[in-house]
Nanobody, 125 residues
Framework: QAPLVESGGGLVQAGGSLRLACQFL?????????MGWFRQAPGKEREFVAA????????EYADSVKGRFTISRDRANATQYLQMDSLKPEDTAVYYC?????????????????WGKGTLVTVSS
């Protein structure tokens, strides 16, 4: 089983919103992990979406989602979130949660230790 589990995907109309959530399957704390999201649309390569540092003070976003998506983390609930607003049909993809103690691995999309199985987001026009 994938060590991370995502939830919150679904079907939404363009302009709508969804919030994705991600936790470790074994319920461990996320405190020491940088975390993030990637996505893969049909027929396309997987791409970086957003990342948040272990402290929560650092965030990074893909240009395509800046101003529309917000990544956050709740240490008490051991959960990270991706709030997606003003969704567009081109946001349709499988969204994957990732985690690693190394922030650089997530930003570079290389060597990431923990992945979820993904959750499908479909945005209709």
């Amino acid at each position: 089983q994938a060590p991370l589990v995502e939830s919150g995907g679904g079907l939404v109309q363009a302009g709508g919103s969804l919030r994705l959530a991600c936790q470790f399957l074994d319920g461990r704390s996320i405190s020491k992990y940088a975390m993030g999201w990637f996505r893969q649309a049909p027929g396309k390569e997987r791409e970086f979406v957003a990342a948040i540092s272990w402290s929560g003070r650092g965030t990074e976003y893909a240009d395509s989602v800046k101003g529309r998506f917000t990544i956050s983390r709740d240490r008490a609930n051991a959960t990270q979130y991706l709030q997606m607003d003003s969704l567009k049909p081109e946001d349709t993809a499988v969204y994957y949660c990732v985690a690693d103690v190394n922030w650089g691995f997530i930003i570079s999309a290389s060597g990431i230790n923990y992945w979820g199985k993904g959750t499908l987001v479909t945005v209709s026009s």
